[in-house]
Every structure is written in structure tokens, then in C-alpha cells.
């Protein structure tokens, strides 16, 4: 069993994002329990992974412990983080119930700054979850931002958010993207270590984005120019942003409405596609007879809300 942390910029699309990839659980505020005994490093709205040892009301966390056979659960120096809310760490509850540990094990060593074994206590409305730290967000989205990247246009996706979409689709393998643009998506692909392919109907988006993924070293990166309206070659997993009115050589619905008719075609599997909120996406998509299997509002700003589809 793993225990998920997320994130609460959104806890819809952090709980879609987990699932895709590990599979349905239980949420219970920003926690999420899922049966699984695998880890990721391609979460983007996931704060940390924990292995789910127990959980129990917030004043019998002594008593909880004491249960645990602690002697298998640390391999080598341990640690204790005992976190009141998602960022905020107890020092003093830490020193209490990390000492408690400490007395149970046979030949206790602690390391503060590189423990072998990281326990952590998440307390909630008055529950609190025990587990061991198998992995914590270290990703520098921000470092990442598309102002950094030689290639740069007005709009574009922010990293954080391209690497979710891409998550949102469950590949392991390889992502398509029909409107790359300067490779917003593709870069996250690439460096989660998928295979990215994009192409785009403009070629001077196609320089562009190829110029973005050498400075980000993704070599096995595949873009080329090719008019959306007329792929004719099936993709199993795609997650592309279309352009929407003067970006767009087509504008607006004619736009999303042909293109939602090309996917239906040349889709294999999964498609994860990003819709303004002021369009009547739903109606598109039922003309073109693909299924919507989930839908995530994304607020961007107070005049600007964005909706992601999950489509089959």
C-alpha cells in the first residue's frame, strides 16, 4: 500500500494524475491510499510517496507505535518527520515519537540529514498516517519555466502542468502531440524518459521545439511537420493543447470539431486534450463519438479557466 501526499493547488487533477498511473484508491482530504507497492518519480502533483505502515486517531500515536515491529520496517540510520499540516514539521513531536522508536529497535542509529530510513507521521482532521518516505517532489518546475527555454512563445503550457497532462494519459512509452508548439508537453515527456513525438502544421514551431529539446539534452525526440487535419497514422497515447482563434490557422470550433473527428480515427488508447472553458467541448465531443473519462477545470486566472479531457 502506498500513501500519496498531494498537492491542494488541485487536489482533483493530483488524485487523476496518481490513479492514471497506480490505479484507484481512497482519498481522504489530500491523502490518497492506493494498493500498490510501486513508486514514481514522474508525479507532478504529488508532494511525496509514502509505504502506508497504519494510521489512528491523533492521540494514540503512541500507542500505535508501540504496536509496530519497527526492527523490520528500518534498514539501517532512521529519521522522524512528524508533519501537522503538508509543509509545516514538528520538531518537538519529532524528538518524542522518533525517541520512541529508538528505544524499540535492537541497534538504533539515527542520521538527521541522510537517513537510510525516512519515517513520517502525516497528522489529519485528528488521524494520523504512518509510513515510511519512498519518494519526495524534488522537480524544479519553476527552474523550468518557458521563459528559460531559447524558444519561447506568448502561450505555452507551464512544465508542472504538461507533466500532469502527460501522467493524465498513462503512457509508458511514448506521447504524441499534434500541436507542439515550442514542445511544452514533449519536453516533460522526454525527461520523464518517454519517447516524445509532436508535430506541428507550422514549420518554424517545428525548429522551434526541436531547439527546445536539444537544450533540455532529449534526444530520442521525434518532430515534423504535419497538418493535424490530415494524419493519417494511429498514436496510442496523445496530449496536445490545439490553438484557439488567432493562433489558429482554423479558428475555434471548426477547429476542435474536425480535429475531434480526425482523433477518433487515429486514436489507440488514450487522449488527454486541453479546452478553453467558454467552448461546449462535451458537444464536440459527442459528435465525434469519442468518450470523455474524466474532466479537470484548471484555473489559469480570474477571466481564464481551462478544462482538461480525458478521452477514450
Known amino acids: 500500500m502506498r500513501l500519496f ?3 491542494r493547488e488541485n487536489i482533483r487533477l493530483a488524485r487523476a494524475e496518481a490513479e492514471a498511473i497506480f490505479g484507484k484508491g481512497k482519498l481522504k482530504d489530500n491523502v490518497l491510499l492506493i494498493n500498490t507497492i510501486k ?8 508532494r511525496m510517496i509514502l509505504e502506508y505502515i497504519s494510521e489512528c486517531s491523533e492521540n494514540k500515536i503512541g500507542q500505535e507505535i508501540k504496536k509496530i515491529d519497527w526492527n523490520k520496517k528500518v534498514r539501517g540510520s532512521f529519521a522522524l518527520e512528524y508533519r501537522k499540516t503538508d509543509s509545516e514539521a514538528s520538531h518537538s513531536l519529532n524528538a518524542k515519537y522518533g525517541g520512541m522508536i529508538y528505544d524499540i529497535l535492537r541497534h538504533p542509529k539515527v542520521d538527521l540529514e541522510a537517513p537510510k530510513t525516512k519515517i513520517v507521521i502525516i497528522e489529519k482532521n485528528n488521524t494520523a498516517y504512518i509510513g515510511i518516505l519512498k519518494w519526495k517532489n524534488s522537480e524544479e518546475f519553476y527552474a523550468r519555466r518557458p521563459n528559460t527555454r531559447p524558444e519561447q512563445m506568448p ?3 507551464l512544465p508542472k502542468f ?3 497532462c502527460v501522467n493524465l494519459a498513462g503512457s509508458e512509452k511514448e506521447v ?3 500541436f507542439c508548439g515550442v514542445g511544452g508537453f514533449l519536453i516533460e515527456a522526454g525527461l520523464m524518459k518517454l519517447k516524445p513525438i509532436g508535430s506541428d502544421v507550422d514549420e518554424n514551431m517545428v525548429k522551434m521545439c526541436k531547439n527546445n529539446l536539444a537544450y533540455y539534452k532529449i534526444r530520442n525526440s521525434r518532430v515534423f511537420r504535419q ?4 494524419i493519417n497514422k494511429k498514436y496510442d497515447y496523445i496530449v496536445t493543447d490545439p490553438p484557439y482563434g488567432k493562433a489558429s490557422r482554423i479558428v475555434g470550433n471548426d477547429l476542435y470539431g474536425r480535429f475531434l473527428i480526425k482523433l477518433k480515427k487515429i486514436l489507440g488508447k488514450k487522449a488527454v486534450i486541453i479546452f478553453p472553458s467558454f ?3 462535451e458537444r464536440l465531443i459527442e459528435k465525434s463519438k469519442l468518450k470523455i473519462v474524466g474532466k479537470y477545470p484548471v484555473y489559469v486566472h480570474k477571466s481564464l479557466t481551462r ?5 477514450e
Do not use: Q
Open 39 to 46: 513508486n514514481s518519480e514522474r508525479l507532478a502533483y504529488t
Open 155 to 157: 502561450i505555452t503550457v
Open 176 to 178: 504524441y502531440d499534434p
Open 307 to 311: 478544462n482538461v479531457f480525458v478521452l
Open 279 to 281: 467552448l461546449n467541448a
Open 5 to 7: 501526499l498531494l498537492s
Open 162 to 164: 504538461a507533466r500532469a
Open 227 to 230: 497538418d493535424a487535419l490530415k
